[in-house]
């Protein structure tokens, strides 16, 4: 299937620090999906990104969808210990039929 | 209450031995699909169901069967098990017309031995 790539896999941040995570795709992109799977949890839908350039805020999250629709992030502005979890983005294929998702990164918010 | 209920949510099992993991959804949504969940590897789709009857493959669906006969559910058939299906399974389901945001089901972890 067509890969997004998701960087970083792991990240370890202070309580009350930034944390950013990125996905990259070779090809545009339709749209892009963030889920987060918190431990011991199933994905849970965070929001979808249509358009170039957009950006979206819920609370402490924002979510950028790339000029080129080829990238997209996810930033915690002030981390809390409910973000710990693995956060994952997915690209629609196939007429929205096919998902990809990325392979996650996993945040850990040391209080 | 909205759900995706599957069914075992853990199974240990041996190779070779037929297995069936129930997937049902009660929102009325029309699109189905599986996930495999392995670390460092995320969450692959094996197949996918756009409406009854009406299946295909994903990313990896080598030694997985799957039937849609009714809207509601989609079971995951393995008919000859190998440990290398050892995972976390998903299951999960979307209206196609509200931004085909997936629901999750809880997920089953199986061991095949």
């Known amino acids: 299937g067509q890969q997004v790539m998701q960087i970083p896999q792991y990240q370890h941040v202070q309580e009350g620090e930034d944390f950013t995570t990125y996905c990259n795709s070779s090809t545009t992109l339709s749209n892009i999906q963030w889920y987060k799977q918190r431990p011991g949890g199933h994905p849970v839908f965070l929001i979808q990104l249509v358009k170039s350039g957009e950006v979206k805020k819920q609370k402490r999250l924002t979510f950028q969808f790339g000029e080129a629709k080829k990238n997209s992030s996810l930033h915690i502005t002030a981390t809390q210990t409910t973000d710990v979890g693995t956060y994952f983005c997915a690209r629609p294929s196939g007429g929205y039929q096919k998902v990809t998702f990325g392979i996650g990164t996993k945040l850990q918010v040391i209080p | 209450e909205a759900q995706v209920t599957q069914n075992p949510r853990y199974l240990i099992t041996v190779t070779g031995k037929k297995l069936t993991v129930t997937c049902s959804q009660n929102m009325n949504h029309e699109y189905m699909s599986w996930y495999r969940q392995d670390p460092g590897l995320g969450l692959r789709q094996i197949y996918y169901?756009?409406?009854?009857?009406?299946?295909d493959k994903g990313d990896v669906p080598e030694g997985y069967k799957v039937s849609r006969k009714e809207k509601r559910n989609f079971p995951l058939i393995l008919e000859s098990p190998s440990p290398n299906q050892t995972s976390l399974y998903f299951c999960?389901?979307?209206?196609?017309?509200?931004?085909?945001?997936?629901?999750f089901g809880p997920g089953t972890r199986l061991t095949v031995t």
């Open positions: 999960a389901s979307s209206d196609g017309r509200l931004l085909y945001e997936q629901y």
């Open positions: 169901s756009m409406n009854v009857e009406v299946t």
